[in-house]
């Protein structure tokens, strides 16, 4: 189910505006039901998957294990309160079942795994692992003449571990155009800031170095994020592709993107409605003119 | 393909991966190369992939015969776990080889999480399994039995020589599951044929019945067994020996029934580290269902090992033929 239409259309844009705003919500949702969450890698990147489940992905709602689906593996775990919302956007599980998030027998367990969840391809949250999955199913496909793609989202602290540089040497060495890494750059980790655990600039000659067509868009830009899933889709050589997308954690609540940055962006009981009221407010408007 | 080694070996520590054949012994070249290479050719689905070690696995033989199903995953064993994962997720069924120290040691958590956890279709084959190099610790995998025992779902194999290799082949490829199999190369003992023996996944097998001692072994140390229970009859002892190459699941129904036979020492025999084996594995099945034979181990010590060649080192830490026989010998009385 690709909805895209037009790229460089405003309705477009506003359209997907509205997905993301959506996806906020449900993430924010969720972490109320909890009263904790990863809210802020979540809002942060809510624009990504927006296009990428609304504008980028083949799939059908009905039939998540569709041979034909275009594979998004979410390396991240802990960012699965954003994935559940972008699933429930994309109509692979209900809005209701949010609910449940983090309960004991939930379909939606705090870190993703694919056992449990329809349209979680892969157990992630033992960092550095789903870029290396990506390739063994990026080559499974090719070896299967199956056209789709192999999507792998991660975090920047996934960066940091070697397994995410056998991957990149590997898919490069065998030309795996099929696949698309998304790097999600917040430049937050465990222990504080991405760039002071383990320097990683300069990211995108790296990966250049390494054989990869590489894009580094702002990851809250609607049009450049379409602009440059669309290129990693068509470039024409047998390169692997990836996304670096600088993000902010908290994005689209203010309070939330001042607070002092932390793996867990600390949340009071409160501020869950607020952050919701945050969104609501500034709720895009489907057709508006931007 | 049966031959004999002629050469006597000599003993240094030089050859990484010397053959475990005795002098004048029946060997066959490469089984698993070849049961792979075969197997694949009524099974699509099967493909090969390793880490840099094709040729010291025997993968190269099933890498000529389906280049196009064989993949070069470099010196990169996370890697190959981990794709050889996203393979099986794609539906086919990836053999995938290195070395025993580095698929337990370095590959660990990808063989976990990624493979284990989603129970998914790969089969991991292994060479140099516990002394069979006398390289020292870097290439001794002393206790990969007890790291993959831990892990729910997977299924443990020590095969004894060429016939159960590639007898092991189809029948795990069969299995739906993820499986650990160590692995002989090159010119690889042939024994069990002269023995009225099947490979069976998950069952052990009396390959030999005797009144005074029931060694329970696995892996290369049932050829010793089979070996010792020679040697032990010119001096009127009586050994059985039961085949366990299928280390988990565990057959406790026979391993129960044969341990339960009265009057005779039970000996558990391993090419592994006595921490967390085969040998902890039966103690535990006995001791829980209130069988309580004389009870000895047969295993390497909770030590990093010496470099050396392999005699010397076998007989070093008791798992040569000479030195098993010695031993149970000893605790007869």
Redesign the interface.
Known sequence: MNTSVNTSSAANRAKLAERAYRIRRYAVRMGEVQGQGYIGQALGIADMLAVAYCHVLNYRADEPEWEGRDRFLLSHGHYAIAHYGALIEAGIIPENELETYGSDGSRLPMSG???YTPGM???G??LG?GL??????????R??N?PAFVYNSMSDGELDE??TW??A??AA?HGLSNLICLVDINNQQADGNSNQMLGFEPLADKWAAFGWYVQRVDGHDLDALVAAFDAARAYPEAKPRVILLDTLMGKGVPFLEQREKNHFIRVDPPEWQQALAILDASQPVVGAEQ | MSNTTAAKPRLTTSAMIASIAGEGQKTKLAPFGHALAELANTRPDIIGMTADLAKYTDLHIFAQAHPHRFFQMGMAEQLLMGAAGGMAKEGFTPFATTYAVFASRRAYDFIHQVICEEHLNVKIACALPGLTTGYGPSHQATEDIAIFRGIPGITVIDPCDALDIEQAVPAIAEHKGPVYMRLLRGQVPLVLDEYDYTFELGKAKLLRDGKDVLIISTGILTMRALEVAKELAADQIDVAVLHTPTIKPLDTATILREASRTGRLVVVAENHTEVGGLGEAVAAVLLRNGVTPPFRQIALPDAFLDAGALPTLHDRYGISTATMAARIKGWLG
């Open positions: 795994m694919a056992s391809e892969i157990s949250g033992s692992q290396i999955i990506a390739v063994g199913m990026a080559l499974g496909l070896l299967k199956n070697g397994s056998e991957a040497m590997s060495h």
